[in-house]
């Protein structure tokens, strides 16, 4: 037997084939010396333009292929032209740095803002600067990325793959297996839609691994195998063809909604953190969206955006999922996640600071603009609304008084919108759910945020690399809370689901609906899965699975 890799994340599927090492070609931009400001500024405009222009074609690309990654290539060009990235280059040069250093000293701030977020969804947007970067280097240099010439059935090895890069890869690749990368991130969610599979975050070690070695990568495992003997390889052909199989049967289901054995209705839907991705959950069967994060439409810009340009965000998604409930999170950024145009104080603990809801609270004219936005396009479809990190009953009477207040103001103006959506609350901190009866009674809905949950409940953070693994997020005490709050919400005849991790795990998706959640929204790809899992389930081995996890896995 080879030796095993473990990765963070991967787009399921079992690959076999020989290892081919993917090196990005190396730009060569080169600053003329003595260059003015004028003569670096309208080069680097130039650049932009060129890169704009190269996303985009690849974007167009996309969409007449019929794929609906397309996006992510016109979202790619924005960023390119985005204000802070050109101010941040254009101070630079005016303080007398070259071009290129400009370029590649702002995109790794920018980067580095990324990648420092507490929610595992934005660090894995740090990969899009990189991606960006790389873009405008190229187009500096007056050349576009060219690609290797990668042998047929081989899986490609690389450090990682900026989007443009992946989709410009043949089709007749095996599979992915980069060093680098997460589980959100925009190679696994191009692997997913070419139906490739793939493994990320693997670590340096897979780039050790000579050309021609035979891989085994498993995405669904997140594993890569090295050098697989007979044995193994033996395995891995009866699997692959039982995958197969599964995916057919798994197809068939994708119009037929939630249920368990018996007939009991549950809802699964969709996570989302951008508008582009409702269709990728509709492609999965989702039957709405159970969290619509809000971050981009403020993340990477000098200046929070307007009314108009959120409304439009917003109707994007009901407008690609007709009929279909969307709960939209309001923002939540915090202290540890710095914006030009929100003048935060740095915290010694930002998980225990300034963030979500409070944030709101700090900034009620930002919020005021959200809410606007959100009851304007409630007009247009059926939203609901989300808010995070809910402690007390008066954090939602606040958040209930704002609304009114948007409400009335958009009344006063003779602007089209609906006053009164659901409002409801994320179950994501100890003390929510200990008063989930009091929040009942204000809350037309609840879901639970189960990753910051775990963390809060353990007192560990769910990044920590050696503590993690010690206090899972399934732990008796995190069910626990999770009874509390679904108990409260049976009580009141509130709807209650779920929209963290945890909601997506086949294995705890029957004890979920057996506590009483209505919905579990997930990651778009898990929905197949979770659907033949819960159709396998009765009413009472859901019962019974809730009892066992709340007694922390023994018989109760």
């Not at 010690?470 to 409260?488: E, G, T």
Request: hydrophobic share 50%.
């Amino acid at each position: 037997m080879g030796k095993m890799l473990q990765g963070a994340g991967g787009a399921a599927g079992l690959a076999l084939g020989p290892a081919y090492r993917w090196q990005r070609v190396a730009t060569v931009a080169v600053d003329p010396p003595h260059e003015s400001v004028e003569a670096a500024l309208t080069r680097f405009h130039v650049a932009q333009r060129a890169a704009a222009a190269r996303l985009r074609a690849i974007a167009e690309r996309q969409r007449a292929a019929g794929l609906h990654e397309a996006d992510l290539f016109d979202a790619q060009a924005l960023l390119v032209e985005d204000e802070t990235l050109t101010d941040g280059v254009t101070a630079l040069v005016l303080d007398g740095q070259p071009l290129t250093t400009a370029i590649r000293t702002t995109v790794a701030q920018m980067q580095a803002l990324l990648a420092d977020l507490d929610d595992e969804y934005l660090r894995e947007r740090a990969a899009d600067m990189a991606a960006v970067g790389v873009e405008l280097l190229h187009a500096l240099a007056g050349e576009t990325a060219s690609q290797p010439t990668v042998p047929p059935g081989a899986i490609v090895v690389a450090d990682d793959l900026t989007p443009a890069e992946t989709v410009d890869l043949p089709h007749h690749v095996a599979g992915f297996a980069t060093a680098g990368g997460g589980p959100t991130g925009h190679t696994v969610i191009l692997a997913r839609a070419r139906g490739v599979p793939a493994v990320v975050g693997v670590g340096d070690e897979i780039l050790a691994v000579p050309d021609g070695v035979q891989l085994l990568i498993d995405g669904d495992a997140a594993t890569v195998l090295i050098d697989p003997d007979e044995a193994a390889l033996q395995s891995a052909q009866v699997r692959m063809e039982a995958l197969r199989v599964m995916q057919r049967r798994q197809a068939a289901l994708r119009d037929q909604p939630g249920q368990l054995r018996d007939g009991r209705l549950v809802g699964l839907w969709a996570n989302i953190g951008r508008p582009a991705e409702a269709r990728l959950a509709r492609e999965y069967g989702a039957e709405g969206i159970g969290l619509f994060r809000t971050e981009f439409l403020f993340l990477d810009r000098s200046a929070p955006p307007d009314e108009d340009e959120q409304y439009a965000a917003y109707c994007a998604v009901l407008d690609e999922l007709p009929g279909k409930p969307v709960v939209i999170r309001t923002l939540d950024i915090g202290g540890d996640k710095p914006l030009p145009y929100l003048p935060l104080s740095p915290e010694a603990n930002p998980f225990l600071g300034v963030r979500g809801l409070r944030l709101s609270m700090q900034r009620p004219d930002l919020f005021q603009i959200q809410l606007r936005a959100l009851l304007r396009a409630a007009f247009r479809g059926d939203i609901w609304i989300m808010l995070p990190m809910i402690a007390t009953p008066a954090d939602l009477a606040w958040a209930r008084a704002q609304l009114v207040e948007a409400a009335t103001a958009l009344a006063a103006a003779g602007v089209d919108h609906r006053p009164d959506p659901p409002l409801g609350v994320m179950i994501e901190t100890p003390a929510a759910a200990v008063l989930a009866d009091q929040l009942a009674r204000d809350a037309a809905f609840f879901s639970i945020g189960s990753n910051d949950l775990a963390q809060y409940t353990l007192a560990v953070d769910r990044g920590h690399p050696t503590l993690a693994a010690r206090y899972p997020s399934n732990d008796p005490s995190v069910w626990r809370m999770i009874d509390l709050a679904a108990r409260a919400a049976q009580q009141a005849g509130i709807p209650i689901g779920i929209c963290g991790e945890l909601g997506g795990e086949p294995d705890a998706a029957p004890a979920l609906v057996g506590l009483g959640l209505h919905k579990l929204s997930m990651a778009p790809a898990r929905i197949p899965v979770v659907k033949e899992r819960l159709m396998q389930t009765s009413w009472a081995e859901a019962q019974a699975a809730a009892a066992r996890a709340l007694a922390g896995g023994r018989e109760a």
